[in-house]
């Protein structure tokens, strides 16, 4: 079974970095693409970042240039770096891999940015 676990959420101040893991049962690799999401408070989800198993990565414009997706293949981990947050980045951040035509999703980690 399939499972995708994040950590590493929690509270920074505006300015600040947090990196974010997302841990899978599966070497990453094995997923056709694996993003992540962002869900603000009152907003609907929304895409920020993904990673193909080329390694070829797409940022939305929100993000380009604060955050990098990469991935550990030997660990079986996805990260997402976080810097210069700002406070609209507070949200729930998921991560969701594509595998033989069924996304996965894990549960989420709050990231909350103090101004």
């Known amino acids: 079974q399939v499972q995708l676990v994040e950590s590493g959420g929690g509270l920074v101040q505006t300015g600040g970095s947090l990196r974010l893991s997302c841990a899978a049962s599966?070497?990453?690799?094995?997923?056709?693409?694996i993003h992540w999401y962002v869900q603000p408070p009152g907003h609907q989800r929304e895409w920020v970042a993904g990673?193909?198993?080329?390694?070829?990565?797409n940022y939305a414009s929100s993000v380009r240039g604060r955050f990098t997706i990469s991935r550990d293949d030997a660990k079986y981990i996805l990260y997402l770096q976080m810097d210069s947050l700002r406070p609209e980045d507070t949200a729930v951040y998921s991560c969701?891999?594509?595998?033989?035509?069924?996304?996965?999703w894990g549960r989420g980690a709050q990231v909350t940015v103090s101004s």
């Open positions: 990673i193909g198993r080329a390694g070829t990565t």
């Open positions: 969701c891999g594509l595998m033989y035509g069924t996304n996965y």
């Open positions: 599966v070497v990453i690799s094995k997923f056709e693409r």
